[in-house]
């Protein structure tokens, strides 16, 4: 009588744990180059003011792909993370500005309505069977239209609510560590990514999120109710990008309601460099924010040599091009 083996399972799960692996380490070691490269060619990039500038910029950008990543491990993609971004902004705007309601209230509003953005991207895609990338590109150009008319096209500050600058500019390791000034928004990075990495791989959540991208099929058939779990993941993501319009509020002290378009392209670059597959059912936050790092290090250092904005553009859609080929050359049988 012919045995089944378990040797099989082990040495796929292996073979999948060593290339996630590889990519993470391949990406920490582009990391390194691109920093040991503008160092040589800039004696100003080193500095340590331009480190924080880099990782200040690191946290709304990295915020974006810990989003990315959940939705593209389940086999889907969200176009609309830049603009739901921009749209947490605003309606942050609306509570404490408009409404005069406490900063704690403002915090919730944004989290809560990324939230609900997100779990109405997914339920375009889980039950109205809608591609997720028609589904999150028509929920972006809503949510930008939503932004301009909820503003009146203009930005909302906020001067008159106290603290909220110091969501994102505040640091309170610097208060406490005066020599480790980072700020508070790379600190809420570290506690967002932290977050999802836990629920991702120690929680049922995340045990769907990569069984979704690895076999949805399969999973339906066993009996679990996909569409729910597909709604679950997509609210996550925008309760995460309502982190992260937080940030980018608090970091301009305003709501500018024509910002967001483009994000979600550096994101998902971001995070198919850190090792993230296009195609489901591989990824790691990690991995997504050593490639928010890169993208944040190539934008600054770029600029600190005064490369033109029109070839920094140039070169983040070559990166972008060059990733998603990586993706489908690592995916090729051997």
Request: aromatic residues 6%; contains cysteine.
């Amino acid at each position: 009588m012919t045995t089944l083996s378990t040797d099989a399972p082990k040495s796929a799960l292996s073979r999948l744990l060593m290339a996630v692996t590889h990519q993470k380490l391949l990406a920490f070691a582009s990391l390194i180059v691109l920093l040991i490269g503008f160092s040589i060619a800039s004696p100003n990039f080193m500095q340590t003011s331009n480190m924080i500038a880099i990782l200040q910029a690191t946290s709304v950008n990295g915020v974006l792909a810990i989003a990315v990543t959940l939705v593209i491990i389940t086999g889907g993609i969200d176009l609309s993370v830049g603009t739901m971004m921009t749209f947490t902004a605003v309606i942050t705007g609306v509570v404490l500005t408009f409404l005069g309601l406490p900063l704690l209230f403002g915090v919730m509003a944004a989290i809560a309505t990324g939230a609900f953005c997100g779990s109405c991207s997914g339920t375009f895609v889980a039950k109205m069977k809608i591609p997720p990338f028609i589904a999150t590109l028509g929920m972006m150009l809503i949510l930008k239209g939503l932004s301009l008319v909820i503003s009146g096209t203009r930005p909302i500050y906020f001067n008159d609510t106290p603290g909220f600058s110091e969501i994102s500019r505040g640091s309170v390791l610097g208060e406490v560590f005066p020599a480790l000034p980072l700020p508070n928004g790379v600190l809420i990075l570290f506690i967002v990514a932290a977050v999802a990495a836990y629920i991702l791989n120690r929680t049922v959540l995340g045990r769907y999120c990569f069984a979704l991208g690895s076999n949805e099929e399969s999973v339906r058939l066993s009996g679990v109710n996909t569409d729910r779990w597909k709604i679950a993941i997509y609210a996550l993501a925008g309760a995460i990008v309502g982190v992260a319009g937080l940030l980018i509020a608090s970091r301009l002290n305003s709501a500018q309601p024509a910002l967001g378009l483009g994000y979600e392209l550096e994101a998902i670059a971001a995070v198919v460099i850190g090792g993230t597959s296009l195609s489901g059912g591989r990824g790691s936050i990690l991995g997504s924010l050593i490639g928010a790092l890169i993208m944040a290090v190539l934008t600054n250092g770029l600029r600190v040599l005064s490369v033109a904005q029109e070839w920094q553009t140039v070169v983040t859609g070559a990166i972008i091009i060059l990733a998603v080929y990586a993706d489908m050359m690592r995916r090729k049988p051997s």
